[in-house]
């Protein structure tokens, strides 16, 4: 484990880059068409990103529920959180992600998934409700003016009592990402409570909130 710290850190350094993609949804499609080919070996280079990712969907997700994957990507969250739930719905603002996500959806004979390709919130259907919500490393790639009315939109699309789930870095290592009094803020003023703030393996931080 000790193996992984430093590039951990190295890695998470240099996303602070992607500051000139936040809310630039062409600037952000281009990234992602050129990343989409090995980004599932990239990511799985560090077994920690997995292991804690799967540790936020297992304390967010129930059994029955709906859920929403926000970025979806290339489904690994996605196929996590439907081995627990009813069904999921992926979105990701990337075709060429979501395409990779199609194929293993293809492969895998997965029948409790759909994925919508287009941008959060706008192209979900309307009047769609969900038990859960679940998002990793995608709430980085907005604004921070932008955020607040992400998670506020996030709590509006949660039914009452429903639980939402974030995976991604500590704001303090990189500064693309919140800081954890940056997260509980916007949380806070979307109307959110039980928040819960966690930092793991190093660089990770896992979120839980609730809608009541």
Not at 56 to 79: E, R, Y
Request: with cysteine.
């Amino acid at each position: 484990m000790n193996f992984f710290k430093p590039l951990r850190k190295l890695y998470i350094k240099s996303t602070d880059f992607t500051h000139s993609y936040q809310g630039k949804d062409k600037k952000l499609v281009s990234f992602y068409k050129a990343w989409s080919y090995c980004y599932d070996f990239s990511v799985n280079l560090d077994p920690a990103f997995g292991r804690e990712m799967k540790t936020m969907i297992g304390l967010t997700v129930k059994p029955g529920d709906t859920t929403l994957d926000i970025g979806c990507g290339t489904g690994i969250s996605t196929f996590y959180a439907s081995r627990i739930v009813a069904k999921v719905i992926g979105i990701d603002l990337s075709a060429d992600m979501v395409r990779k996500l199609e194929q293993k959806i293809s492969r895998r004979k997965s029948v409790n998934i759909e994925v919508i390709t287009g941008r959060f919130p706008e192209a979900l259907p309307h009047n769609i409700r969900f038990n859960s919500i679940i998002s990793s490393f995608a709430i980085v790639h907005f604004t921070p003016e932008q955020r607040k009315n992400i998670y506020k939109q996030i709590y509006n699309l949660l039914l009452s009592g429903g639980r939402l789930g974030l995976f991604s870095a500590q704001g303090e290592i990189a500064s693309s990402f919140e800081t954890k009094n940056e997260i509980v803020n916007n949380l806070e003023s979307a109307g959110f409570n039980k928040i819960e703030v966690d930092s793991v393996s190093d660089i990770y931080r896992i979120i839980k909130a609730e809608k009541q």
